[in-house]
């Protein structure tokens, strides 16, 4: 399984120590999540921020864009030598065109869905998509309870990827704790977000490398 811990359960207070840690963790990628007030009601931080991260942090960045207009920010979130770009479905108007830009910035192209938008949605465009990102919760919040239909949701996507023989990674974000995550893995999930289960844990370690063995 290929684990993302997400940035915004971190200590902020404090953020060199658990990118220390992550760093020095079994995980695969970091999982960072701007939010701009706008597409979903809060907003985390942005690329001032984050341009230090990624100076002190060497895993893979997954960076998920929760704002409209995403396609304003390549530039940006290429800068930060990322390797996955995540928009979101609802937010583009011309989604083929915005993954054929993030394409061109050099990055891997992520297409995110809100719970309510049917993987059916992608039917068009998953041969040319490298991740989908299929949010189990709300966006906008950590600590959420997971929604058990994204396991349908998730064994879908999983029948779309395999019948059009696609190279899309399938990714579950929201909710995701050893019980979700076990359900996930047998659902057919590829990658696993995890903020609270991670970060508040008591050996966030421990839990990075319970996600990995799934
Ligand atoms: C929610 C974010 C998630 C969030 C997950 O809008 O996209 O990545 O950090 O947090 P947990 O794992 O606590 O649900
Ligand atoms: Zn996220």
Known sequence: MIVSPSLLSANF???????EMIDRSQCDWLHIDVMDGVFVPNISFGFPVLKYVAEVCHKPLDVH???VQPEKFVREVAALGSKVMNVHYEACTHL???VQTIHDAGMEAGVTLNPATPVSVLEDIIDDVDLVLLMSVNPGFGGQKFIPNILKKTRQLRR???EHGAHAVIEIDGG????TG???AEAGADALVAGSAVFGAPDP???IAFLKNL
């Open 13 to 19: 207070a404090d953020l060199r120590q658990d990118l």
């Open 65 to 67: 864009l929760m704002i």
């Open 96 to 98: 083929h065109r915005v």
């Open 160 to 162: 779309m990827v395999d």
């Open 176 to 179: 995701v704790n050893r019980t």
């Open 182 to 184: 076990a359900q996930l």
């Open 205 to 207: 370690e421990a839990e």
